[in-house]
């Protein structure tokens, strides 16, 4: 079995409820104090964790309109943007960073980040942060990923998009520079995400491919998606998170609201507890169930030296004769003694056929 992964000393792991992770990225909608309420809501609504993002407009691109910087997808939530305008838009201001790091300790949820780039990390190491996460777009950035796992805190690599070869690429580089906590997340890089390109099949397989914890980044509406990953294996999963969809947002259309949220904690806990572990037989709790199963009954009064047919014995409810099954083989067998109707059958009071 893989060793836990330990986050500000939650364990994560086969043995553990799945780890739930807030991720605000901008739904913060640029005010701080909306930025503290979605900490507050997530720690209301059962999360383990918030997730920022840690990124300048500048840092991430180049302002400038050329081919390939605006989003010509017009199926896209964000279409017609320059990619400069959207980040400077979503980013998370860093002098906020440690106000809400602060705040995060305060409530007693765990906070990390995403940092896109070398001074990203920097700066995250300042705050002593306990883990980090790679985003989808950024899993083939080794070099990144590198820096990342050299601070020796757990790393969670996103592989949206990513083929097999590149996630080996991505693991690879992290175990390169000693990387032991290693948590992969199966994700569908698409805003919203749809139940049928998940895949979440490849969960088990990703866990024993790169021998990891394997959880799930959920795009999807809903929490059918995660409910069914937990059953899979997942370990941890990632939901983006607003206080309401209706205020709007560069992510808001696709994030869980506190109810839902509260919601995914519940669900994502009770599939976990129903896996349990491979069982036959009545449990304990079954043990006052096991009376109401059909038995042989007298249906109708026997006199002694009287055969037995199915028309004087029959299974019926509750099971204090003898079991179902046994019925052919006492058809045919005779009453030593007078049997009342409602008698529990049992052997000792027929003779004959066996």
């Known amino acids: 079995m893989l060793e ?3 986050i500000d000393g939650r364990a994560i792991g086969a043995a553990h409820k799945p780890y739930i992770v807030a991720e605000l990225s901008g739904n913060h909608n640029q005010s701080i104090d909306r930025a503290i309420q979605l900490i507050d809501a997530a720690v209301d609504a059962g999360a383990d964790a918030v997730k920022l993002q840690t990124y300048t407009a500048d840092t991430m691109t180049l302002n400038c309109r050329m081919p390939g910087f605006v989003i010509d997808n017009p199926d896209s939530l964000w279409a017609g943007r320059t990619l400069y305008d959207l980040y400077e838009e979503a980013h998370t201001p860093w002098e906020w960073h440690q106000q809400l790091f602060a705040h995060a300790k305060k409530r007693n949820i765990s906070m990390f980040s995403s940092p896109f780039d070398k001074t990203a990390v920097d700066f995250l190491e300042s705050l002593n942060v306990p883990a980090y996460k790679i985003a989808s777009f950024e899993c083939t950035d080794l070099a990144l990923i590198r820096y990342v796992a050299a601070t020796g805190k757990p790393l969670i690599i996103s592989t949206g998009m990513a083929t097999a070869a590149e ?6 580089a ?12 199966k994700c569908t890089s ?18 024993d491919l790169f021998n990891c914890h394997v959880g799930l980044s959920d795009h999807t509406m809903g929490n059918g998606v995660s409910v069914a990953s937990v059953a899979l294996g997942a370990v941890l999963i990632e939901k983006h998170f607003t206080l309401d969809r209706a205020d709007g ?27 349990g572990s491979i069982h036959y037989g009545p449990l304990k709790v079954e043990e006052g169930s ?19 047919t199915d028309e ?19 058809i045919g067998c005779v009453a030593t003694e007078d049997i009342a109707a409602a008698t529990p059958m049992s052997w000792d009071l027929v003779t004959g056929k066996r």
């Not at 014995?313 to 046994?326: E, Y």
């Open 4 to 6: 836990d992964i330990v």
């Open 167 to 172: 996630i080996e690429e991505a693991v690879t």
């Open 174 to 185: 992290a175990r390169s520079v000693g990387c032991k906590q290693l948590i992969l997340l």
């Open 190 to 207: 698409t805003y919203p995400a749809t139940a049928a390109n998940t895949n979440i099949s490849t969960i088990p397989h990703l866990r």
């Open 249 to 275: 947002g560069v992510d808001s259309t696709f994030s869980m609201e506190p109810a839902e949220l509260r919601a995914l904690c519940i669900d994502t806990q009770s599939a976990f507890a129903a896996m």
């Open 290 to 308: 096991v009376q109401f199963r059909r038995s042989v009954y007298a249906v109708k009064d026997i006199a002694k030296g009287e055969r037995l």
């Open 312 to 330: 004087n014995i029959r299974t019926i409810r509750p099971g204090f004769g003898l079991p179902a099954k046994d019925i052919d083989r006492l």
